[in-house]
């Protein structure tokens, strides 16, 4: 088991837009390591989702994965799976609010509205491609993963500035960032 450290929100490289990962790429063995490095490190956090950004890998990688997650209780379970290339399109203007954490903004959660049917398209690690839609918690997770890996964060999506729990997530984040420095 290799867990990596994962970064946190203050460093800029969870600030910047990762590049497609090759089918060359995908067939090295350094590659093959960072996948299982990524799903020790996320089970290690007890996360949903990794993105490679958050081990400080610009590269277009997620891993998700979760059954009976503590941090979430009550959700669903989340397959194993391996996302690269992904690329998002919501379906519907409708949207679904969550309570959503990162494992880059620990302790902390935010109220974040997405899409609540989404198409998304992506490889896997063998090079298949795929072409699926999703709804529900998934595509909360998806989406959510898939945003560091165009620099965005969830706090980036938070709507309602204002309320109390708002304001204090907010405080909390910014002496993050300090302490982070």
Known sequence: MSVRKILRMGDPILRKISEPITEDEIQT?????????MFD???????????APQIGILKQI????SEDNERYPGTPDVPERIILNPIIT?????TSG???????????????????????????????QFDETID???????QHECDHLQGILYVDRLKDTKSRSQNYLLKKLKTIIVLAR
């Not at 063995?29 to 490095?37: A, G, T, V």
């Not at 490190?41 to 993105?51: D, K, N, P, S």
């Not at 529900?136 to 998806?142: C, D, E, P, Q, S």
Request: proline share 4%; hydrophobic share 35%; net charge positive.
């Open 29 to 37: 063995k350094e590659f093959k390591k960072l996948i299982r490095d």
């Open 41 to 51: 490190t996320m089970r290690h956090a007890e996360g949903v989702g990794l993105a």
């Open 62 to 65: 997620v891993v998700v994965g």
């Open 90 to 94: 919501p379906l519907t203007k409708d």
């Open 98 to 128: 969550f309570w959503e954490g990162c494992l880059s903004v620990p302790g902390m959660r935010g109220y974040v509205e997405r899409p609540n049917r989404i198409r998304m398209q992506w490889m896997d690690e063998k090079g298949n």
């Open 136 to 142: 529900g918690y998934k595509a909360i997770v998806y």
